[in-house]
C-alpha cells in the first residue's frame, strides 16, 4: 500500500515511515526542511525506492500545492496528517497570541488543507483513508482537574488547535460518507519524542504500532471515530 505522512522527518512520523517500511508498504514522505532528515534519508537510501521524500510545510498553500503535483495522478491508500507543533504552553493571562494563531495553522487548517490537495488521490486509493493525529488534551470532557493525565487547563493553543481538527474530521466523514472515505482522530498516547518529552510513559515504537494496527482495522462503519493508539474510544 501507498502512505503519504507529514511531518515524517522526527518522532512519531519518523518512526510511521520505519515501520511502514519494514513491513513492506511505499511511502511518500514529507518534511519542512528535507536536507536536515537525515535519518530518513538513511531509510530512503535502504528503501528500495519505496520512500520518496518532498519538501513539505502544510503552513504554506504553494508547498502542499507543489507536494499535491507531485503526486499528481497517484493513488494514495492511507494519508496520516502527523505535522503538529504544541506552541507556548502559558497560563491564560500571558497567553501569546501570534503563538495561538501559528499553532492553529500548523495543528488544525495544515491538516485540512492537505486533505483538501491529496483527496482525490486518496479516493483513487485501495481503503481511502484518512487519519490525523490528535491528542486525549482535544478532549472537552476530559479537561477536568482529574483528567487522565493530569494536564487539565492551560495549554489554550495546543487545546483549541486539536479539537478543531476534531471537529473538522468529523465533518469529513460525514461529507464523504457515500465516497467511501474513511477518516478518524487518533490519540498516540504521551509518548517519548521532542514534544512529549523523555520523561512520557509510551515509547514511539509501541504507539505507531499500535497506531497502525487500528489504522488497519478502520472500516467505513466506524469513521469518524476518535480513538486512542490502543483502539479504545476517547471522550469528545
Known amino acids: 500500500m501507498r502512505y503519504a505522512i507529514s511531518g515524517a522527518s522526527r518522532g512519531i512520523g519518523l518512526e510511521f515511515v520505519r515501520q511502514l517500511l519494514a513491513r513492506g508498504d ?3 514522505a ?6 536536515e532528515a537525515r535519518q530518513l534519508a538513511s531509510l530512503a537510501r535502504e528503501a528500495g525506492g519505496r ?6 510545510d502544510v503552513t504554506d498553500p504553494n508547498s502542499v500545492r507543489a507536494f499535491a503535483t507531485t503526486l499528481s495522478g497517484s493513488p494514495i491508500d492511507v ?3 502527523n505535522a503538529g507543533i504544541g506552541g507556548k504552553w502559558n497560563a491564560f493571562a500571558e497567553v501569546d497570541f ?8 500548523t495543528n488544525a487548517i495544515g491538516p485540512m488543507r492537505l486533505s483538501s490537495a491529496l483527496i482525490p488521490n486518496v479516493l483513487k486509493g485501495g481503503t481511502r483513508k484518512i487519519i490525523h493525529l490528535t491528542t486525549r488534551m482535544a478532549s472537552l470532557a476530559d479537561n477536568t482537574p482529574v483528567g487522565v493525565y493530569g494536564f ?10 486539536k479539537a478543531a481538527l476534531n471537529a473538522g474530521m468529523r465533518t469529513m466523514a460525514v461529507d464523504f460518507h457515500e465516497q467511501g472515505l474513511i477518516t478518524a482522530v487518533l490519540n498516540p498516547g504521551w509518548v517519548q ?3 512529549g518529552g523523555k520523561i512520557a510513559p509510551t515509547r514511539a515504537e509501541e504507539s ?13 462503519a466506524n469513521s469518524g471515530r476518535f480513538l486512542d493508539y490502543q483502539g479504545k474510544e476517547v471522550p469528545w
Open 26 to 28: 511505499t511511502v511518500e
Open 30 to 35: 514529507g518534511a519542512r526542511v528535507p536536507s
Open 51 to 56: 520512500l520518496r521524500i518532498h519538501t513539505l
Open 79 to 81: 494519508l496520516i496528517n
Open 98 to 105: 501570534e503563538d495561538m494563531a501559528r499553532v492553529m495553522e
Open 152 to 161: 487539565a487547563g492551560g495549554a489554550y493553543a495546543y487545546r483549541m488547535s
Open 193 to 195: 519524542t521532542d514534544l
Open 208 to 220: 505507531v504500532q499500535g497506531m497502525l494496527r487500528v489504522i488497519d482495522e478502520l472500516t467505513l
